[in-house]
């Protein structure tokens, strides 16, 4: 049967229904269970103790190289263990090719077992050690009875695990796989036998036996960062050539295999948080990063040279070459990624890193007396921490303010009464089989300022239909000088739509920003600001220009920017001064005004100061940088980030390290 067993009915390939479900992971007809995450407050969370994990879950071997670096490269350098999970066995046809080399037969076996070769030897290289260096391989047992493969290296202080499921991947020529898995109660698949690998038999798994298998590698691992891929693509509607061309699903900028890893991944963390609290264990603490994939495709390009020079050196040893010695009779790499070819493919999937929710955060707020709070996404669930004193730099231990399940970007606002305001992104239905997958933006708002909290509200989203609505963007919100709360969200058009609290805190209903007449669509990462004469002011990085919004309506638009920009109040007929950089530059701009030397790339803060604007950002070596009063500072110590950190009263750094703990930066 071609590695694949149906227990009660056929899935045809290039069926319509079949297809549709892919693209979105969902069908009708729910299943009767699922696990689920209790949105309401008052758990106790683990304690993480300083200890840092990064664990990644990737479809195929080199989408963490392509799609999660240079984020896995920097905690790495800085010591953090690594465990990477790769789903399929990267099999496709079995063809190992590369350019003016002849053919070799097909051999699914070898080929797989010459992708994980390159894997091996890119970790190798990342953590210095020879590229042909020896790993450690041994069996694993799984939930179930399941085995897999799992290599180790252990380098200079440095540990990274790759872990092999090996199940079948999608091939358009041949059936959906993952993509039907995720959507089809019957459907069993077959894992493949990588050659040389000790795994001594082949393992079948069902929808809910792959949800376990991962649930029950996190809760081993207890990582306290996780990146996960993409699983909620945009919208990407192309004709058929195009389509295969770009290896993408029908209707979605992604690889199919790619956001149904992604949805099983979300269930599984899903699966672990409740498993863990059941019987009233603590909640694990972990934070997440889902990376946009095939995406990158499509939009301006956002790594500068060295950076770029840096994440495609990875790939080298990926792809390998015929001609090494490596050890593995089945090939040294996958041939045709290696050498200038990442550089050289008209897909320039290498040439951006991208977030599926960007913001900065934890989300920082001051309460009566001085302290700081802050807030942010923990175990899947949103949790404040205080700082033990005024200015002491130290938080203490987290509260949790449930609401979960939530994707990791949290935005706050602070009514003029003191009071905050949070908004997120909630999981609302993650089933599969048929069952609902669907998001909501929720909120949740302080009953006094420096107080608890009330219940969670639901606020739904701009779009009609589960569909639709899987494709919002991570919340931004203001309060303006009125006392209104302006709460905006990237669409599923790739547009902006909003939603305004009165002061009195009625909300109305979403509606979508006019457009300018450009047709021009926009990235994910607002920016909102209201300026000196209370003006809110919208902007938004496209795809030919910064897209402005003053008041609801287009304003002029900026130069092409390849990531999310900053800006600040500003005199002038705009209103604000916006800082980007320009595609695949290193280097700042203003507009209006000239930029200070602050090279980088990555999302930009800003806030006003006292000697002109403060700026917060990461330089090209991925390291937090700040300037201010025409100084440059740049912190060197300290727990390694895990994401952007946020900028609070111009003064004060706050973000979260791969400890999963809050760190403060006072230059």
Request: proline share 9%; hydrophobic share 40%; aromatic share 6%.
């Amino acid at each position: 049967m071609d590695n694949r067993r149906v227990a009660r009915r056929t899935v045809l390939a290039g069926a319509a229904a079949v297809a549709a479900a892919v693209a979105g992971c969902s069908v009708p007809a729910p299943p009767s269970s699922a696990a689920t995450a209790d949105p309401a407050p008052g758990r106790p969370l683990a304690h993480s103790a300083g200890r840092a994990l990064l664990m990644q879950f990737a479809a195929h071997p080199d989408d963490d190289l392509y799609f999660m670096n240079p984020d896995t490269q920097r905690l790495l350098d800085a010591g953090v263990p690594l465990v990477s999970v790769y789903v399929t066995a990267g099999e496709h046809t079995g063809t190992n090719w590369i350019k003016g080399m002849p053919e070799t037969p097909p051999d699914k076996a070898a080929y797989s077992s010459a992708r994980h070769q390159g894997l091996r030897q890119s970790y190798a290289d990342a953590l210095g050690a020879e590229k042909f260096t020896p790993w450690r391989k041994r069996v694993v047992p799984l939930a179930g009875g399941r085995q897999c493969e799992v290599n180790t290296l252990v380098h200079g202080g440095r540990r990274v695990e790759l872990v092999f499921l090996n199940l079948p991947m999608h091939t358009t020529r041949r059936y959906m796989a993952l993509p039907a898995l995720w959507e089809d109660r019957a459907l069993e698949l077959r894992t493949h036998l990588s050659a040389g690998s000790p795994v001594p038999r082949a393992d079948t798994y069902d929808h809910g036996q792959l949800i376990e298998v991962l649930a029950g590698l996190l809760a081993r691992y207890r990582p306290t960062v996780v990146h996960t891929l993409d699983p909620d693509p945009d919208i990407q509607i192309s004709d058929e050539p195009t389509r295969k061309r770009d290896s993408e699903q029908p209707g979605y900028s992604d690889h199919g295999d790619h956001t149904a890893v992604a949805c099983f991944t979300w269930a599984a963390l899903l699966r672990w948080v409740a498993d863990a609290t059941a019987g009233g264990a603590p909640v694990p603490s972990f934070t997440t990063i889902a990376f946009r994939g095939y995406y990158n495709r499509h939009w301006p390009k956002n790594l500068p040279p060295r950076v770029l020079e840096e994440k495609a050196a990875h790939l080298v040893p990926y792809g390998g070459d015929p001609a090494w010695d490596c050890g593995n009779p089945a090939g040294c790499g996958d041939y045709g990624v290696g050498g200038d070819r990442p550089l050289t493919n008209k897909k320039g999937w290498v040439r951006s890193t991208h977030y599926r929710w960007p913001a900065a955060g934890p989300a920082v707020a001051e309460e009566p007396g001085g302290r700081l709070a802050a807030y942010g996404v923990l175990g899947l669930r949103a949790v404040r921490w205080r700082e033990v004193s005024p200015g002491s730099g130290r938080f203490g231990e987290p509260e949790d303010l449930g609401g979960g399940p939530l994707a990791p970007a949290l935005a706050s606002t602070t009514l003029g009464d003191g009071r905050v305001l949070l908004f997120g992104v909630r999981f609302a239905a993650l089933s599969g089989r048929g069952g609902p997958n669907r998001r909501e933006v929720v909120l949740l708002e302080q009953r006094s300022p420096g107080g608890p909290f009330l219940a969670w509200r639901g606020l739904g989203g701009p779009e009609r239909g589960d569909d639709r609505g899987r494709r919002i963007g991570a919340p931004v919100a203001v309060t303006a000088p009125d006392g209104r709360v302006h709460l905006f969200v990237r669409n599923a058009d790739k547009g902006v739509s909003t939603r305004v609290r009165a002061a009195d805190g009625t909300w109305g209903a979403w509606r979508a920003l006019p457009g300018d007449g450009s047709g021009d669509e926009v990235q994910d990462g607002l920016t909102a600001l209201v300026d000196a004469s209370g003006r809110v002011h919208v902007l938004a990085a496209g795809r030919t220009a910064v897209r402005h919004w003053a008041d609801g309506s287009p304003a002029e638009p900026l130069p092409l920017a390849g990531d999310p920009v900053a800006a600040v109040p500003a005199a002038g007929p705009a209103g604000v001064q916006v800082f980007s950089r320009a595609p695949a530059d290193a280097r700042l701009r203003a507009a209006p005004g000239e930029a200070p030397a602050f090279d980088g790339y990555g999302l930009l803060t800003a806030a006003p100061g006292p000697a002109g604007p403060v700026l917060l950002g990461r330089d090209e070596r991925h390291r937090v940088q700040l300037h201010r009063g025409g100084r440059l500072s740049v912190r060197t110590r300290g727990v390694v980030p895990a994401g952007d950190p946020v900028l609070h009263r111009g003064t004060v750094v706050v973000g979260m390290g791969a400890d999963a703990r809050p760190w403060v930066w006072r230059p």
